[in-house]
């Protein structure tokens, strides 16, 4: 079954084409990063613009890609939420186009839990992952642990009280006048400083529950930079003194993957289950990949770092569980800026 997958739930207009939940075929992916880097964050209006304008030349990139007309298409899948419902709205109304004409299912998809799928389309590892696995979900607007017993089968561990980890790397690299997205940046300029040279607070570890806050790192970091007049902008907006600027952006991304990757421990511990699956664009940090690695006993799967960012093959692919599940929409089909992953419980163990 080749599904067509339609990704617009925040800054990256996407689309893809997959095969029976595994395959990619095609993997479009127009971020409009550069765009919103300006403002330091992403601007929902403009991002439901640039959608619109790019939602059509995408999808036909990416059918193009697959050598495909959507004649070939069985079936076309759509992150309709959580995310930006201005720029949800643009995907949907174009997948709904295109199920109503092509008389094709059209498939409404969670994007944490597209997000988890990325990992089905890794056909290079030497191991699969199998259920049951737990999932660190670490984004720009998510920081979740699952507990998944099958597609379709989750129950949340833990969440962020507070900040999102994306959101804090990108909150902390404003601060220290990076650029946006501030993930990517802060793990390279982390390779330069020592990761222990300053002791950022590791949060919520006195406490037995799997939640994460992250807002009190980011006001330590505040702290820290205001307190050092070296660390104040010179005329043309950078910090001059690189070794400090290292040494901040090390023991900050020490700090905050200690969190994930200790909570990740501790939900194994709980729960008894011991692989474990991280995605979402910040499971491409360097460090949280190998310290995972060195804390969990059992096996740890990780999405190539193109498939950890938002992309519409993981929608795809997802869509696929889902339609064997038996769950297609109507024209009825709405945004849901918010859409717990709890609510998806739908799937039987394997
Ligand atoms: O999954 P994603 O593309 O979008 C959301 O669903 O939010 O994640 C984007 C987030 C941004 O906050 C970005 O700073 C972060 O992922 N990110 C990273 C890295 N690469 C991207 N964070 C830490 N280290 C990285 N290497
Ligand atoms: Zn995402």
Aim: negative net charge.
């Amino acid at each position: 079954m080749k599904i067509l997958g339609i990704e617009t739930s925040c800054d990256e207009t996407a689309a893809s084409v997959v095969k029976d939940g595994t395959e990619l075929l095609s993997n479009i992916i127009s971020s409009q990063a550069s765009i919103h880097a300006e403002f330091g964050g992403v601007v929902p209006e403009i991002a439901f613009r640039k959608h619109l304008e790019n939602v059509i030349p995408v999808i036909d990139m990416a059918l193009k890609a697959s050598r495909l007309t959507l004649g070939d298409i069985d079936g076309v899948a759509v992150s309709s939420g959580p995310g930006l419902m201005g720029a949800l709205l643009v995907g949907i109304q174009s997948a709904k186009g295109i199920s109503l004409t092509r008389g094709i299912p059209l498939i409404p998809v969670n994007h944490i839990e597209g997000h988890i799928h990325a990992v089905f389309l890794e056909n290079n590892l030497a191991k699969k992952p199998q259920f049951p696995f737990i999932a660190l979900v670490v984004s720009g607007g998510h920081s979740h642990l699952y507990l998944v017993k099958g597609h379709g089968m989750y129950s949340c561990l833990g969440q962020t009280v507070d900040d999102a980890a994306g959101e804090s790397f990108d909150k902390v690299a404003k601060m220290l006048a990076l650029e946006y997205p501030g993930g990517p940046v802060i793990d390279r300029l982390s390779k330069e400083g020592d990761p222990k040279s300053i002791k950022f607070p590791i949060a919520m570890m006195k406490k037995d529950n799997l939640n994460f806050s992250f807002s009190g790192l980011k006001t330590a970091v505040r702290y820290h930079i205001e307190a050092d007049e070296d660390l104040s902008l010179e005329s043309d907006g950078n910090i001059k003194h690189t070794e400090k600027l290292n040494n901040i952006a090390s023991s900050f991304q020490y700090a905050i993957v200690e969190a994930l990757v200790r909570k990740t421990a501790l939900a194994c511990k709980k729960t008894g289950v011991f692989d474990v699956v991280i995605t979402g664009g910040v499971a491409c940090n360097s460090l949280l990949r190998s310290r995972m690695q060195q804390e969990i006993s059992g096996d740890v799967f990780y999405p190539s770092p193109i498939m950890c960012t938002d992309n519409a093959a993981m929608i795809a692919a997802c869509g696929f569980y889902r339609y064997e599940l038996g769950e297609c929409a109507g024209e009825e089909l709405d945004a849901r800026p918010r859409w717990p992953l709890s609510e998806m419980n739908t799937g039987h163990s394997p």
